[in-house]
């Protein structure tokens, strides 16, 4: 029994003397692309809070009372800046936060958004602001935002460095092999015929990255709404250039693109993802998964059948 009761506090005495688990850091992610970069680096270091979830509008979003409690008791906030989140500000000041924010986008070179790329006649009635916010669209900027990411973590659990910088290379190299992939299967394709309708204006950065022309009759934001002569336009040009590949994104109401197609003869050649991931069980759970899902979409209407 003595010996018992003493290997019994020994092992007690020994448990204590270890440091205690360390809780995981609390991150609150504005939306989906943003929430799966962080768990890819952060792994089991990271407890993620996601406010807009798969399918989900970063544009239009209004924030919950429920966001302003995940906010209160996170560690460390995570948002995409160049003015995609107009509401973060706001949803900081009301709950409270005092910690830290890091701003993925931080380090990008910020392409123009539509009001700088085109003067327009109609008023859309709100600010997109000067830049284009989709970065994430080009792994390239992808890679810009998991050093960032991995910046934010490290500030904020300096503890957990060594597994985190083993995440983030890890991760890096799985962007290298992406952003390879999307350049090999565009390769083939002629330059010319790289030609794809969208919903809105979320492609920038894929076009300057990989070479894609992009069209759409919406600008950046979604809170935009096409003027009659901007449809029309699209249409005159849908049909001069005989453009076959349409694509209906997933955070966006395809009502538009179907009218677009009835008047030009075009075919919607399915959905893709833009703004926001699928659910776990889609094609676009993960931002790879989205990038490898909408380059088979996009190559698929491109290339001729033989």
């Known amino acids: ?38 768990r890819q680096i952060g792994g089991d270091e990271v407890a993620v809070t996601t406010l807009v979830g798969p399918d989900g509008d970063a544009h239009v979003y209004e924030p919950t009372p429920a966001d302003a409690r995940a906010l209160g008791s996170a560690n460390l906030v995570v948002a995409n800046g160049l003015g995609m989140e107009g509401w973060i500000d706001r949803l900081v000041k009301t709950s409270g936060y005092k910690g830290p924010v890091t701003v993925t986008s931080t380090g990008v070179k910020p392409i123009a958004g539509e009001e700088e790329e085109h003067d327009h006649d109609h008023d859309h009635g709100h600010d997109h602001g000067a830049h284009d916010p989709h970065a994430w669209q080009s792994v390239a900027n992808a890679k810009i935002y998991a050093d960032n990411i991995l910046k934010g973590l490290v500030a904020a659990a300096p503890d957990k460095a060594a597994a985190l910088r083993t995440n983030h290379a890890a991760y890096r190299a799985k962007l290298d092999a ?16 790289r030609k794809i309708v969208t919903s809105h204006d979320a492609f920038g950065y894929y076009a300057k990255a990989y070479g894609v022309t992009f069209l759409a009759p919406v600008g950046v934001s979604t809170e935009a709404e096409a003027s009659a002569g901007d449809i029309a336009k699209l249409i005159r040009q849908i049909k001069k250039e005989k453009i076959k590949a349409v694509f209906v994104e997933s955070i966006a109401d395809p009502r538009l693109l179907e009218q677009i197609t009835r008047e030009t003869g075009a075919r919607i050649g399915g959905r893709v993802y833009s703004d926001a991931l699928s659910a776990a069980d889609g094609p676009a759970a993960t931002y790879i998964d989205m990038m490898r899902y909408n380059l088979g979409q996009f190559t698929k209407a491109l290339t001729p059948a033989s």
Do not use: H
């Open 178 to 193: 992406v952003d390879a992939e999307i350049k090999a299967a565009l390769k083939p394709i002629p330059r010319k015929d």
């Open 1 to 38: 029994m003595k010996r018992t009761f003493a290997a019994s506090l020994a092992t007690a005495l020994a448990l204590f003397a270890l440091p205690a688990l360390a809780e995981p850091v609390k991150v609150v992610a504005t939306f989906t692309i943003l929430g799966d970069m962080v």
